[in-house]
């Protein structure tokens, strides 16, 4: 699943320092590379300043940006294998994951501590999992009572009182000495 945020051209941002550098050979200013390639002035000085120590190869891509993963595709698979055998399978006393069952399962699996936080972003965006949430019923319910309320009970409180005049709108009894002014 792809992340909500836009990824980065990290090709066509090597492209553009690889152009740097070239303008760089030719003469051009810090200023000049900034204006033509549209970046900042400290984007550029720190090109420059690569580019002198190291020329045009200094300025190639590093890599992947970011942390690289915690968990290898072997051991996400392993993890779900453990997640699909259920919480009873891992010692828990109720059929319900929680985070932190979760990241307990991921540990004793892998060796890899995560935060529960993290583990619903692995959860979610790693293995396409989402939130489920149990029906919560009482388990004293009793669904023909229920039935039997809602056909007998409702329509006659829902009707009111039988014997009910009009109403009146004021918030005074009509029969206090204030609304008898």
Do not use: C
């Amino acid at each position: 699943m792809m992340s909500q945020v836009a990824r980065r051209d990290f090709e066509a941002m090597e492209q553009r320092r690889k152009r740097a550098a070239r303008m760089f050979a030719r003469g051009a200013t810090q200023a000049d590379v900034a204006r033509e390639l549209g970046v900042s002035r400290q984007s550029v000085s720190r090109w420059h300043a690569e580019w002198q120590a190291g020329g045009a190869r200094a300025l190639k891509a590093a890599g992947r940006a970011g942390r690289m993963p915690r968990l290898t595709e072997t051991q996400l698979r392993r993890v779900e294998r453990a997640l699909r055998r259920g919480p009873r399978a891992h010692g828990f006393s109720t059929d319900l994951w929680t985070l932190d069952r979760v990241a307990a399962v991921i540990e004793a699996e892998t060796g890899v501590a995560y935060h529960r936080g993290h583990v619903w972003k692995l959860l979610r965006d790693k293995l396409g999992w989402s939130r489920q949430r149990p029906a919560r019923r009482a388990v004293e319910r009793d669904d023909e009572a229920i039935a039997r309320w809602v056909a007998e009970e409702w329509p006659r409180i829902k009707r009111g009182p039988v014997d009910a005049g009009r109403g009146s709108s004021s918030r005074t009894n009509p029969a206090s000495r204030s609304s008898r002014r």
